[in-house]
């Protein structure tokens, strides 16, 4: 059970992990209807969450014919907490299905989310540009104030080589939290994607290092799920090749993105090992990426 007023008319509630810091749950009604309601925590998240709701709606239509994006059916406020319903996508997640999918089922999974990267790159935002070190540093100080702590000296690594990342990008749409788990599979092998967040800035590059958030960093791997090395970094390697075909700039920018998703998860991290892990992967990626910027 959830205690919180958006929950309060659902009497079938079972609580879905996450780590945005909203309160997720797979509700069923009297009527035998299941649906996912999403709720901002504190009155504080409702705004963050109100754009989620809305990039979801721009993504269902835009990702049309390439991927599926749950309908959200309606919304409200309670206690002054945002909420949104939205249609239940039945499957199993990314690394679940990567398990004991064939050969031939891998290969058709990774071309799928590769087409979902190429629609997201070709969705260009008007005219619009983003600042990717001013992006960087916004979020890198969003991180330190919400830590809360007095030491940030890896951040403050990460923020320093970020100075030196392209002044602009084109924007383009992402869906902001492009992870295996947040990938569902369906019996038909259709694809449904799931639990779209803000990005640090608005370009396809943010969906790419989340996916190497998991083919890389193996982030599902300390959530207890399993998947062969081997695999995850075969896939990793077929979705690389094909992320420097569409832009030879990301090869460079890799491993200091991967360490940003990385930065991202710590002020969410629910226990001591959830934080020692991103910390050690954050700190991995940053030694890898100075090391390709030495080479």
Do not use: C, M, N
């Given at each position: 059970m959830i205690d919180h007023p958006a929950f309060a008319d659902c009497r079938s509630i079972l609580p879905l992990s996450g780590f945005s810091g909203a309160l997720i749950a797979l509700?069923?009604?009297?009527?035998?209807r299941q649906f996912v309601r999403k709720v901002a925590e504190q009155p504080g998240n409702s705004e963050r969450l109100r754009?989620?709701?809305t990039r979801q709606g721009d993504l269902e239509r835009w990702l049309?014919?390439?991927?599926?994006?749950?309908?959200?059916?309606?919304?409200?406020?309670a206690d002054d907490c945002y909420w949104f319903d939205m249609s239940f996508a039945p499957g199993r997640d990314g690394v679940t299905f990567l398990f004991d999918a064939s050969r031939a089922q891998q290969r058709a999974f990774i071309t799928k989310v590769?087409?979902?990267?190429?629609?997201?790159?070709?969705?260009?935002?008007?005219?619009?540009?983003?600042?990717?070190?001013?992006?960087?540093k916004h979020k890198i100080d969003e991180i330190k104030t919400r830590l809360g702590t007095a030491d940030?000296?890896?951040?403050?690594?990460?923020?320093?080589?970020?100075?030196?990342?392209?002044?602009?990008?084109?924007?383009?749409?992402?869906?902001?939290?492009l992870t295996l788990e947040n990938i569902i599979v369906a019996g038909d092998g259709s694809i449904t994607l799931i639990d779209t967040i803000d990005s640090?800035?608005?370009h396809y590059w943010n969906d790419l290092a989340k996916l190497f958030q998991d083919l890389e960093g193996r982030w599902f791997q300390h959530r207890g799920k399993r998947l062969p090395i081997?695999?995850?970094?075969?896939?990793?390697?077929?979705?690389?090749a094909a992320a420097r075909a569409m832009d030879p700039g990301y090869a460079s920018h890799h491993y200091l993105m991967l360490?940003?998703?990385?930065?991202?998860?710590?002020?969410?991290?629910?226990?001591?090992?959830?934080t020692a892990f991103v910390e050690h992967r954050l700190a991995t990626f940053l030694d890898q990426h100075e090391r390709s910027v030495e080479r």
């Open positions: 509700i069923r009604d009297d009527a035998g754009r989620q709701a049309d014919g390439v991927a599926r994006v749950p309908a959200i059916d309606r919304d409200g406020v590769h087409g979902v990267v190429e629609r997201l790159a070709s969705l260009g935002v008007s005219d619009a540009t983003v600042d990717v070190a001013a992006a960087a940030h000296a890896t951040l403050d690594r990460l923020e320093l080589h970020f100075r030196s990342a392209p002044t602009a990008l084109p924007a383009t749409v992402a869906h902001g939290d640090p800035f608005d081997a695999l995850s970094w075969d896939l990793r390697q077929q979705l690389f360490a940003l998703v990385f930065a991202r998860i710590l002020p969410y991290a629910k226990s001591a090992a959830d």
